[in-house]
Structure formats: C-alpha cells, structure tokens
C-alpha cells in the first residue's frame, strides 16, 4: 500500500512488540522502517524503465529479507541510539523485533492489493495478489491509524494505549480478510451475471474471472473475465449486485506477429508482472505491417473504454519481424472530465449505457 499506511502499520506492530522496552521511541521507528522496503522504487529506471514493474515489491519485499536483514538493521540501531548507554543490553532485543515485524509486515499487506508482491524474491519471482484492498484505502488506514494515534498519548495509562492499539489491529486486519470475502463474493456473482454474454460472444466456457479492489472505498470491484474469444473488463457494483456493466474486448486469433511480441522479453514480463490478465488490440498498417499493443486490463475501471494504464506496443511485419523495437505505454493522464467519471464511480454508480458498455438484458439501464 501507500507509504504512510505502511509507516503506520509498522509503527503499530512496532509498538506492540517492542514499546515498553523502547520508552516511546518504537512508533517513530517502526514507522521509519515499515516504510524503507519501498526504496527499491529508486531501481525503477533500470532496463529502460521496466525496472518498475520487474524490481519493485521484490526482494525487499521478500518475507526472508526481515527475517535475514531485520536482525542487522536492529542491531544497527541499537548500535547508534543506544549502544553507550546503561540500558543497551536489555534493548537490543527489542529493537531487533521492532526492525523484523516491520520489515515481515510490510510485504503481507502489500499482498492484500491488486499489484501484488513477491514474497520470495529472488529465488522465485512468483506475485502473490490476494484482492483483498486496494493500494489506497482510507477505511482501513484511518482504523489503524486511530489505534496507533491512542498508543501515542503519553497521559493514558499503558494498558489503555495497548488496548486501543490492539483494537486498531484488529478491526484492521479484520477489514483485510473482509475484502478477500467480497472479492471472493463478486467473483461468484460474476460467473452467473456474464454467463449468457460470454455464450453470445462466441461460445464456450469462463476460463478465469478476477475481481479487483478500487481505490478509496470497498463497494465497487473492478474485474476481468477471460473466455475463449473475448475477455471482458467492467465494474460491479454493491449497489446492484448480479447487474455489471462491462466491454467486450476480442482475442485475435493466434498469429507470428502477435507472438513475436508476446514472446518477446517485455511481452513476457508485462504478462508476468499482470498475471496473465492483459488484452491484446491490433491495427492493421500499409505494406501488410501490424501495430500490436497488449495493455494490462487488471486497472480498465480507470479507463472509458474498459482499456489498460500501461502496456506495451511494437509495429511487426508480416514474417512477425519487430520494427523499431517494443515501447512501453505509459500511464495515462486523466483531465477534470475523467475525473468526474472516476468520482462517480468510486459512489458505486456504473458507466452510463452505449459506447460499448453492456450489461445483463434482465437489468435496469445503466446509470448516467
């Protein structure tokens, strides 16, 4: 998640394992070092920027790194606050645990959002996205930021600050697992809602369905529905459940030029970076030439058309040559119009009908 909540989980976890024998200082520093797994963003411009999507939330985000580096980063602070003092031989235990519970935990929650994280980075690079919030989610950052905001007031009494931490956690963390649930729970209302489109689209079987959390409110999903010829990208909404709205988007037939992309080392690392849930677009060009863009679909509510923030895109002849070279799609910028859709959305309110959008026949019409 964003860094201040990951700074007031820390300080949170820090405060419970290591409070007493730190005096008040495990909530500044476990919020210090609940936030540090996220410097591997400073090796985003490698390999031409794909850095981004290849190194961050990798190996520092790996449960072995606060088990293997939390030790030694304890220790180092231990060295430099308090390793002259009479009291440093009864906290460098704590402060060991301060710096391993909020590096350890810091991956964990990452792993409740639709980006995802590696947990055993390097060794396997394997991305664990449990969709249970999304990675700016203010309900749950305000519950444990209250918890961490009473175990701060110095006049409570400690088993009062303790408490109130306690309570933060877990009405927290019982906020997490609520959003597995609801995810879990939109899925299954997804299968039954677009069974009869994925059969008119050509036929087939739902190979696959995800719901995504969205940001800032746990009502409206964002998902992807992957069937043999189409894969479908819409939103689902609490306010009316069994009725989505969605866009079609085709799957062109396999083909060299298609594969000369996919195949590639940035097609095969955006598919791995979006799980599997990416759209390929193709325009036909002059002299037989292909432009080919595979998006990452996983973010499609942000867009008016159900399409990808990111991606990639490469011009490919006909014997499946890449011309030019593959270039990376970039995020795209949102005007004061798409932002007003965007806050609509985020109230629960689905696109409104036509330019693409559909939604099951037995449904009343799309609000605006």
């Excluded at 309900?139 to 701060?152: D, M, Q, T």
């Excluded at 609520?178 to 009869?196: K, P, T």
């Excluded at 062109?252 to 095969?268: C, H, K, N, V, Y």
């Excluded at 942000?302 to 995020?331: C, F, K, Y």
Aim: glycine share 12%; proline share 6%; aromatic share 10%.
């Amino acid at each position: 998640m964003e860094p201040v909540t990951q700074a007031l989980l820390g300080a949170a976890t820090a405060e419970l394992v290591a409070g007493r024998a730190l005096r008040g200082r495990a909530l500044g520093w476990g919020a210090v070092v609940g936030m540090s797994p996220d410097l591997d963003v400073l090796l985003g411009g490698l390999h031409n920027g794909y850095g981004e999507w290849l190194y961050h939330r990798g190996t520092t985000h790996s449960l072995w790194f606060g088990f293997v580096l939390g030790p030694l980063l304890g220790w180092l602070l231990w060295r430099w606050r308090d390793g002259r003092t009479d009291a440093s031989v009864t906290t460098l235990p704590a402060w060991i645990k301060l710096a391993i519970v909020a590096l350890v935990t810091h991956p964990l929650l990452d792993g409740f959002t639709p980006y995802g994280t590696q947990l055993f980075a390097p060794f396997v690079r394997e991305r664990f996205a449990w969709n249970g919030v999304a990675i700016v989610d203010p309900f749950y950052s305000i519950v444990l930021g209250a918890g961490v905001a009473c175990a701060a007031i110095r006049t409570w009494p400690e088993t009062r600050r303790r408490g109130a931490l306690v309570a933060g956690l877990i009405l927290s963390t019982g906020y997490l697992i609520a959003g597995l649930g609801i995810s879990r729970w939109v899925e299954n209302d997804l299968r039954d809602a677009l069974a009869v489109a994925v059969r008119s689209q050509g036929g087939g079987a739902i190979e696959r369905v995800r719901a995504y959390p969205t940001i800032f409110q746990p009502w409206l999903r964002s998902f992807v529905v992957r069937a043999p010829d189409a894969i479908f990208v819409g939103l689902h909404s609490w306010r009316e459940a069994g009725c989505p709205a969605w866009q079609a988007h085709s799957r062109p037939a396999p083909s060299p030029m298609i594969r000369s992309l996919t195949s590639s080392w940035e097609g095969q690392l955006l598919n791995w970076f979006a799980d599997g849930d990416t759209a390929t677009f193709v325009h036909a060009e002059a002299n037989g030439v292909n432009r080919i863009r595979i998006e990452d679909v996983r973010y499609g509510w942000a867009s008016p058309n159900a399409r990808g923030m990111w991606g990639l895109e490469a011009r490919v002849d006909p014997s499946g040559q890449i011309l030019g070279g593959v270039h990376r799609l970039t995020r795209v910028s949102f005007d004061s119009d798409d932002l007003a859709r965007i806050g609509r959305l985020l109230l629960g309110e689905l696109p409104a009908a036509g330019a693409g959008w559909q939604r099951p026949s037995n449904c009343s019409p799309i609000s605006r």
